[in-house]
């Protein structure tokens, strides 16, 4: 950027600018559009059937068919892509999470009649093994409960290789193994899904904020009080996360991820600074019930809170958000642009 020696008060009025609404609109420096959107879903066995999340209001994990309905909404609202989450009965979960690849699991049978219905939207899945392990891991443990690297990424090659052959669009690895990345890369190519995208949860941490996230797809009662922390990041680090944005891109990542969002907006400053690659964040699902239960209370203005909170990702440097949000900031885009 330019150095330049800014003329003194009362030369320079930076409010001059600020005191209409044309000009204002004028010189700002990011816009929210539904082109920034990515809507989390969560999808559960058998028809008709929609169970509320407690934890997250307005949030509802609904069966096939009703996903289907809400995938026309979505479509008809422009939003580019889902990011479509499994709950799991616990008949389906393992030690080896044998049920990720299966050809006829949720997952697989989802993507496939989404992508059926509507070819234009985007189809992101979660490659990670928490939602069919009985002890809520990410990966496959030893005697000890610690999470195996390359055996736990051999089950993550199967299980992307399962959404590819579904039809997923991008599959996103979740899980924080080192090295997975690239596995999952050379596995894809070999099996000539090419132009499968990899968005990879690069600088995920380990954080109290995925709570909720945890209830609604089940997997927090067989996590008990286990962490993730000898995989995900320490909260406390950033510097670690552009190392890991590196080797992420460097094995062949599309898209990198920041998780949680507005608590990590720094680093999402500084990977998009690093490496200048499309970075999104993820505004996850404790910040999604922190908004509501003040939007509920009366405490903040949702609409105008909600735009805010997404702007600022924006100005950070994110490319794109996935929120829970997305679908009623959609709607509200269309009545007014943010």
């Known amino acids: 950027m330019t150095q330049f020696v800014a003329a003194a008060f009362p030369a320079r009025r930076p409010r001059r600018l600020r005191k209409h609404d ?14 920034d959107l990515i809507y989390p879903v969560f999808v559960l066995e058998g028809e008709n059937r929609r169970e509320a999340i407690a934890s997250m209001p307005g949030i509802e994990r609904l069966s ?36 990720a690849w299966d050809d006829q699991g949720l997952v697989q049978r989802t993507v496939r009649a989404l992508k059926a219905a509507f070819p234009q939207l985007g189809v992101i899945t979660d490659v990670a093994l928490d939602p ?24 993550l090659v ?31 190519e070999s099996h000539g899904f090419s132009n499968t995208q990899i968005m990879a949860y690069s600088a995920k941490y380990a954080s109290h904020y995925y709570g909720p996230f945890r209830d609604a797809v089940g997997s927090a009662a067989n996590l ?10 320490d909260p406390a680090n950033s510097d670690e996360a552009l190392h890991e944005v590196g080797m992420d891109i460097a094995e062949g990542a599309d898209m990198v991820m920041v998780k949680p969002g507005m608590p990590y907006l720094d680093v999402v400053r500084r990977v998009k600074d690093q490496y200048g690659v ?4 993820y505004q996850v699902s404790g910040e999604y019930a ?30 794109g958000i996935l929120t829970y949000f997305a679908k009623r900031v ?5 009545q007014t642009p943010a």
């Open 64 to 99: 096939l068919d009703l996903l289907l309905q809400e995938a026309a909404e979505l479509v008809a609202l422009g939003i580019p892509a889902i990011a479509l989450f499994p709950v799991i009965g616990q008949e389906h979960k393992s030690l080896d999470a044998t049920a």
């Open 290 to 319: 922190m908004h509501m239960a003040a939007i509920q209370n009366g405490w903040l203005k949702e609409r105008e809170t909600i735009l805010e909170s997404l702007i600022c990702f924006k100005r950070a440097g994110a490319d």
């Open 132 to 155: 069919y392990t009985t002890h809520g891991q990410d990966g496959i443990i030893d005697d000890s409960g610690y999470v195996l690297n390359e055996v736990t990424t051999r089950a």
């Open 22 to 35: 044309f000009s204002r609109r004028l010189v700002r420096e990011n816009v929210l559009t539904v082109d």
């Open 278 to 281: 499309p970075t999104f964040a």
């Open 224 to 233: 008990g009080k286990s962490s993730k922390e000898t995989y995900q990041m």
């Open 330 to 334: 959609a709607q509200w885009l269309r």
């Open 158 to 188: 199967k299980q992307a290789l399962s959404h590819a052959v579904s039809g997923a669009d991008v599959v996103a690895p979740s899980d924080m193994m080192d090295g997975r990345i690239g596995a999952i890369r050379e596995a894809l």
